[in-house]
């Protein structure tokens, strides 16, 4: 267990203290949604139309620009051995530095989106289904994209391929989280926000082994 | 080839090959390392020292041959036997965003084991005035001893260490060979691969060129 919570413990702290690359991802998140209206027009009508949509896909590119933070660093320094050494399965070990990932990204873009909400003039009425969306959904954007880090390790250009390979993985949270918020204003969100639920949990077990064999590939 | 009976609590290591992308490395190697036993890889740039000893490590697959720790093959029960070793890399994996004390932590910590011996360890390696210290200002020596500290700060038997003496100064080298010295006074087994002269009595010399495949045999 003191391994589990040292190595969560520490990304988190790095995270931290660097916080650069916490402030990249969601700087990127604010700036791309602060875009669209400047894009598109000041129209209120229209923003409110395409807002929801609008957060999801810069959350979703937030996302992926942040994936190369999970394993690459450990990969170059060797941490990576000492972590295949620990005593902890790798499984394990990867599924710790996804938590601790969805914490420094998943979860401060989930805490920014009532505020970018409010800025593209979304119907209040729908904001809580949006940031409910956000939460169920971010942890398969890191369950997921653990998983593209792990295989783009050692590639040349890792961030252009693993946005590639991972953005198509990433259709269902997008299709159900800003679908949900579509639905939330008609009725009845719950069935889009179940199925978001259940995507991250149908990840959850599954995507570690996936991760972790790619990393003891990288690792040959 | 392995003719002697070897002990119970050997590292052995039976007609290993190694291969690295398209190329055999080297083939049929073996290799004892008994209690308090110090063994020397040496040979070329390229010869197989830093696979031989990630091989050592469960780093790495061999395409042929096994390894045995305590008298079974480590395959039975690799977490054990990972628990057991000490790899020590030529990368430190070293965080500059952490504190010294806080990166012995830290991979105490990953080891499960209780961290007891943090400033003793420091202290061995003559890192206790930096303690405190982010990675970020140590010098490449220092980021070396602080990988180092790691061998005393978490027992394990076996130390495997590649090139440990880079980057270290002469009294860092005279540190580092006390440290092996008492290692195998009580028993440890160490397997270095390098190519400055470290001060290992009674060690034997392992020059891996002798098992380089037949390029012509491999393919």
């Known amino acids: 267990m003191t391994a589990y919570f040292g190595l969560f413990r520490r990304d988190i702290l790095l995270s931290w203290r660097q916080g650069g690359e916490i402030g990249l991802a969601l700087g990127f998140f604010v700036l791309a949604v602060v875009l669209f209206p400047l894009g598109v027009g000041p129209e209120a009508e229209i923003l409110r139309r395409i807002g929801a949509g609008i957060i999801w896909v810069a959350a979703l590119l937030a996302s992926v620009l942040s994936l190369d933070r999970i394993f690459a660093a450990d990969h170059a320094d060797g941490g990576l051995d000492l972590m295949v050494l620990s005593a902890m399965p790798l499984e394990g070990a990867v599924l710790v530095k996804c938590a601790a990932h969805w914490v420094t990204t998943g979860l401060p873009l989930v805490v920014l989106s009532p505020f970018l909400a409010l800025l593209l003039d979304l119907d209040p009425a729908a904001i809580p289904t949006l940031v409910l969306g956000l939460l169920l959904g971010t942890p398969a954007l890191s369950l997921l994209g653990m998983i593209v880090a792990a295989l783009t390790l050692g590639a040349r250009r890792p961030g252009v391929l693993s946005s590639l390979l991972v953005l198509p993985l990433y259709l269902p949270v997008l299709i159900f989280g800003s679908g949900a918020v579509e639905a939330s204003l008609v009725g009845g969100a719950r069935p889009h926000l179940l199925l978001l639920g259940a995507l991250s949990l149908a990840a959850l077990p599954l995507t570690p082994f996936a991760a972790a064999a790619a990393l003891r590939q990288a690792l040959e | ?219």
Request: charged content about 20%.
């Open chain 2, 1 to 219: 080839m392995m003719t002697a009976a070897t002990a119970e609590d050997d590292l052995v290591a039976e007609n290993l090959s190694c291969r690295r992308g398209e190329r055999l490395v080297f083939a049929g190697l073996s290799l004892v390392v008994p209690a308090g036993g110090g063994v020397v890889l040496s040979g070329a740039n390229g010869s197989g020292k830093s696979s031989l000893l990630r091989l050592l490590a469960t780093l790495l697959t061999p395409v042929a041959g096994h390894l045995l720790w305590g008298g079974s093959a480590v395959t039975e029960d690799i977490a054990a036997y990972r628990a057991s070793v000490h790899y020590v890399g030529h990368r430190d994996a070293i965080k500059l965003g952490l504190g010294v004390r806080e990166t012995l932590g830290f991979w105490t910590a990953l080891r499960g084991a209780e961290p007891v011996a943090l400033d003793r360890a420091l202290a061995t390696f003559g890192l206790d005035r930096v303690a405190d210290w982010r990675c970020q200002w140590l010098s490449a020596g220092q980021r070396r001893r602080l990988a180092l500290a790691r061998l005393i700060a978490i027992p394990a038997p076996i130390w495997l260490l590649d090139e440990p003496a880079a980057a270290l100064d002469i009294e860092g080298e005279a540190r580092l060979a006390e440290v092996i010295a008492v290692h195998r006074q009580a028993g440890g087994r160490v397997v270095v691969a390098t190519h400055q002269p470290l001060a290992l009595p009674g060690a034997s010399e392992l020059r891996l060129g002798e098992f380089a495949a037949d390029p012509a045999a491999a393919f």
